[in-house]
């Protein structure tokens, strides 16, 4: 048997010992394997850019899409007509990733692109659900937070042998044979105010060559009495720190806390009120969005008016031209100069490159456009705004915007939000600068057998009877209870007070944050309330330098023809008169901008727009779910004695609602309906009638006709409306302008 054990050491031994030398040494000696076989699984690198293998296709949209239009390959496309409404719907659609303006660098080449650099920080329709099921610390949604209360059933079956050697005299190296089984289930559910109660049932299996029988089953045995016996119930309830329906809706139950790792906002109200600062996260993200489509959309407007005044200045320009080619060829006339011929020409090329920059302007204006609106780049229509800006004049009061504001704005409703947590999350902290001290109680049922289940319970051997451990667990005769106290005082409290000290640091800078909130929302919203009166006053003062632009033009060319006046005072009035129209288009934009903006400033940029917020429809199941709670709720009985319900800390919805009807029924607009425009504010003349909208400001813009225009150019027949896409002939400088017949 010695040397057998010898062998077996010295055999173990060696195989270590070939082991390690041949770990070591193996590196380099050449292997050779038996067989042939080509080299497949080298890599020489192991750091390389690889691409996963998905299943995610291309988006239809850029599937879909044609090329850009450019200046240089213009088609005759479909006109799409399309009305800030539509276009707002068409946005909200499309956004279940919502996009917001880019930032542009040199060059017009997008500088940032959130969308592009961190997709996870961008907001989406996604967010509300999935901060609803969240799951982790410092990120758990109601359901989770829910699911601490929920019930926890545990069970397991354990079986095992043992064979020892026993040390006794005369035993002759007899050894002790032990069979054992465990049997563990318990069911456990934690209430509102922290107490927890669970129930139990275990067996505990025995089977030796010793005892009264060979085989026992009982119950099982733990220490200090709690967790024993066959069958049995605990209670278990914070008494100081932890203790409470309020704590524990806060800070989530102390029993399943992780001390400084969770904190004290793991509670279903903490959870709620994270669920509502998303949701003005996802309003705020809204509004952006509708504000950026609202300028994006009037943008475009304004580069299709400033194409079309560019057009009818080119036009002039050319006209101009051909006069002056025209005197130049039979001579000259009195006070004309050969120079006069140049500066026409120079001035009709400065005007046509405008022009070709307008239209470019309207190309990409309509793919800023189309990319909030969620649209391919270019799929055969071309849109063209059809809402004509409002040039009502508004008397918004200061009282109603700072009060709408300050109540609508989902930035402050987020912060206040953030205060109302943290202010919760305090009285949860100094909840735990106190003693943790349980109450903990118990009831068991013993029970002892030879099998676990038998006929009679009668052994054989005692005149109670220990056949069967059930039947033996059902009399009830060998019972138990507990009651006690347990203490655990951390000496000095020194994580308490600072966790206590953390918090109040917290709620005093949000408060402070909120008071700067308010402070700068004042300030722009007093920016943004002076821009709507210095845009709308602006643009009262460019209509009517465009009329008198237009006056100028007239006389000017009129003294042209008598010879009273020079050429050059003729382009430089038709100049005038294309920035001046310039600038009264941009102006009036730039009011119903700031306009937006105002609305943008004062939170009521969704309900202007027409636009609510709402939840999406839910699973049937849950419907029927919550009816059952409900029902449920409904017919329990008051608990007397008890916070059953929490207190109430969300504002009703309808008094939101009553603050800001109150607030907008002090708005002020113009008595005069919305058809009349600036044509009402005008200072010199006699303002014409009807709507104003096109280079023709003596007719209406429907009754308007190209008087001035005697080409038959595509690019804006009738002057006031909006111009077809199609571009002008290209012109050589080598050419005459006689032998121009078409523009």
């Known amino acids: ?122 907001s989406s329709v996604y967010d509300p659900a999935i901060q609803e099921t969240g799951v982790l610390f410092f990120g758990r949604g109601v359901e989770s937070a829910l699911a601490a209360f929920d019930a ?38 934690i209430f509102a105010h922290g107490g927890v109660v669970s129930v139990y049932h275990d067996w505990d299996y025995l ?234 109680s118990g009831y068991r049922v013993h029970a002892l057998g030879d099998r676990l289940f038998g006929e009679t319970g009668e052994d054989g051997f005692s005149s109670v009877g220990f056949n069967s451990a059930y039947e033996n667990l059902t009399q009830g005769e060998y019972t138990g209870w507990s009651l006690g106290i347990e203490v655990d005082i951390p000496i000095g409290y020194r994580q308490a007070h600072a966790q206590v000290r953390n918090v109040q640091l917290r709620v005093a800078k949000a408060r402070a944050a909120l008071a700067a909130q308010e402070l700068d929302l004042s300030h722009q919203l007093a920016q943004a309330f002076q821009n709507v009166a210095m845009q709308h006053a602006t643009a009262q003062s460019h209509f009517n330098r465009v009329k008198a632009a237009r006056r100028r033009v007239d006389l000017s060319e009129a003294e042209l023809k008598v010879g009273t006046a020079t050429l050059d005072l003729v382009l430089r009035a038709q100049s005038d008169l294309a920035l001046a129209e310039r600038d009264y288009y941009t102006a009036v934009v730039n009011y119903n901008n700031a306009i937006a903006d105002l609305h943008f400033q004062k939170g009521t940029t969704l309900s202007h727009n027409a636009v609510y917020l709402s939840e999406g429809p839910w699973d049937a199941q849950a419907y029927k779910d919550a009816l059952r709670r409900a029902w449920a709720r409904s017919h329990a009985f008051d608990a007397k004695g008890t916070e059953a319900e929490p207190r109430e800390y969300v504002q009703p919805v309808f008094s939101n609602h009553l603050q800001m009807y109150s607030a907008r029924a002090d708005d002020q607009l113009q008595s005069e309906s919305e058809e009349q425009h600036f044509v009402n504010q005008s200072v010199t003349g006699e303002p014409p009638q009807g709507t104003v909208y096109g280079p023709n400001f003596d007719r209406p813009m429907e009754a308007a006709s190209s008087s001035e225009d005697t080409t038959s150019s595509a690019d804006g027949e009738i002057a006031g409306q909006m111009p077809s896409l199609v571009a002008p002939a290209e012109y050589s400088p080598s050419w005459s302008p006689k032998q121009k017949t078409d523009d």
Request: charged residues 20%.
């Open 1 to 122: 048997m010695n040397q057998l054990t010898s062998r077996m050491m010295f055999a173990g031994v060696f195989s270590t010992l070939c082991l390690i030398v041949g770990c070591v040494g193996s590196q380099d000696k050449p292997l050779h394997y038996l067989g042939e076989a080509s080299l497949q699984y080298y890599k020489d690198q192991a750091t390389q850019i690889d691409y996963p293998i998905s299943d995610e296709g291309v988006a239809e949209e850029v599937k879909l899409t044609e090329r850009p239009r450019t200046i240089r390959d213009r088609e005759k496309d479909d006109i799409w007509n399309i009305t800030l409404q539509e276009a707002l719907h068409i946005a909200i659609e499309n956004s279940k990733v919502i996009r917001s303006t880019q930032i542009l660098g040199q060059q017009g080449v997008a500088a940032s692109n959130q969308l592009l650099s961190s997709p996870d920080n961008v």
């Open 152 to 189: 926890n059933f545990t069970t397991s079956m354990t079986w095992g042998r043992d064979n020892r050697p026993t040390n006794t005299a005369g035993a002759g190296g007899a050894s002790s044979i032990s069979e054992t089984g465990q049997f563990r289930s318990e069911i456990e559910k």
């Open 207 to 440: 089977g030796n060559s010793g005892g009264l029988f060979p085989s026992t089953y009982s119950g099982s045995s733990g220490a200090g009495g709690f967790r024993s016996g066959a069958i049995g119930a605990e209670y278990r309830l914070p008494l100081l720190a932890g203790a409470g329906t309020e704590f524990t809706r806060i800070a989530g139950p102390i029993v399943t806390s992780f001390g400084g790792l969770s904190g004290v906002s793991q509670g279903v109200a903490i959870a709620r009120i994270n669920n509502d600062i998303t949701i003005a996260d996802f309003e705020a993200s809204v509004r952006n969005l509708i504000n950026d489509v609202e300028h994006a959309y009037w943008n475009l407007y304004l580069q299709y008016r400033l194409y079309d005044t560019s057009v009818t200045a080119r036009n002039s320009a050319l006209r101009t031209w051909r006069e002056a080619e025209a005197k130049r060829v039979i001579g000259g006339v009195e006070g004309f100069k050969p120079a006069d011929e140049a500066q026409a020409r120079a001035q009709y090329y400065a005007s046509r490159a405008a022009t070709e920059q307008t239209l470019s302007n309207i190309y990409s204006t309509e793919v800023q456009l189309r990319r909030l609106l969620g649209l391919p780049v270019n799929d055969g229509r071309i849109m063209r705004p059809t809402d004509e800006p409002s040039t009502a004049l508004w008397y918004p009061q200061w009282e109603s915007c700072i009060t709408e504001a300050l109540t609508l704005r989902p930035e402050i409703r987020r912060q206040k939000w953030n205060i109302k947590s943290l202010q919760m999350q305090l009285k949860a902290a100094r909840s735990l600068v106190r003693p943790r001290v349980d109450f903990v």
